[in-house]
């Protein structure tokens, strides 16, 4: 990623310590990030083997493939970083959930993710 496309990124989506972005596994923004839609696809082709499955950081119904993905939560490091952790939304969830509740249940994933951390800005919507 380089210095420009790093900025523009973290100028749509982040906080200062944590680059986060709530993403449609598809998001045509994804191509612009390349560790990003790296870690994304490589997310995706884990659905299927994955041992316990993956489930929906809402309402934790089991994620399968990409079909079942309604977006994914992505977060990782403000510094240099090939560290991108994944979480993913259901398509039901993304569809119909309040928005609020959304935002919750990132806020909790990545409070996990980063115990001290504080989530500074709304997700991405
Ligand atoms: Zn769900």
């Not at 399968?64 to 090939?82: H, R």
């Not at 935002?103 to 997700?123: N, S, Y």
């Amino acid at each position: 990623m380089s210095r420009h496309e790093r900025r523009r990124f973290r100028r749509e989506v982040s906080g200062p310590d944590l680059i986060t972005s709530l993403v449609r596994p598809d998001d045509p923004r994804l191509r612009g990030v390349p560790i990003l839609f790296r870690a994304v696809r490589w997310w995706l082709s884990c659905l299927p083997s994955a041992l316990p499955p993956k489930g929906c950081l809402l309402c934790e119904r089991s994620l399968w493939c990409e079909a079942d993905v309604g977006a994914i939560l992505l977060s990782m490091s403000a510094t240099p970083t090939t560290c991108v952790a994944c979480a993913g939304l259901c398509l039901d969830c993304y569809g119909r959930a309040d928005w609020g509740r959304i935002e919750a249940a990132c806020t909790a994933v990545l409070q996990t993710a980063v115990p001290d951390g504080t989530f500074v800005d709304p997700v991405l919507q």
